[in-house]
Nanobody, 118 residues
Framework: QVQLVESGGGLVQPGGSLRLSCATS????????MGWYRQAPGQQRELVAT?????TTDYADSVKGRFTLSRDKNTVSLQMNSLKPDDTAVYYC??????????????WGQGTQVTVSS
């Protein structure tokens, strides 16, 4: 069984910072990629930042220069600085895994609320 455990969400004022973390556990042969997505009310889920097995990162244009993604083994962290009200959303951890048979599987965390408001 594979599970993703998220932490770090909360309420912050504009210009503030938060750090999100996500840890994977269970029967995993290899981790192909990990990252964060977010979904605001009335919006579709969108990519925030991802990192692949070669440590290559990818960021949404809206967060470049403000957010930093890092990965250490089974854990990925998202440092969010200079937060804006438009960053308010439920943030979901994502992991793309490969099992021992070479099958790719997509897993999601339960979501953690980030609210940026004065």
């Amino acid at each position: 069984q594979v599970q993703l455990v998220e932490s770090g969400g909360g309420l912050v004022q504009p210009g503030g910072s938060l750090r999100l973390s996500c840890a994977t556990s269970g029967s995993i042969f290899s981790i192909l990629g990990m990252g964060w997505y977010r979904q605001a009310p009335g919006q579709q889920r969108e990519l925030v930042a991802t990192v692949d097995s070669g440590s290559t990162t990818d960021y949404a244009d809206s967060v470049k220069g403000r957010f930093t993604l890092s990965r250490d083994k089974n854990t990925v962290s998202l440092q969010m600085n200079s937060l804006k009200p438009d960053d308010t959303a439920v943030y979901y951890c994502n992991a793309v895994l490969r099992d021992r048979f070479g099958i790719r599987r997509d897993y999601w965390g339960q979501g953690t609320q980030v609210t940026v408001s004065s």
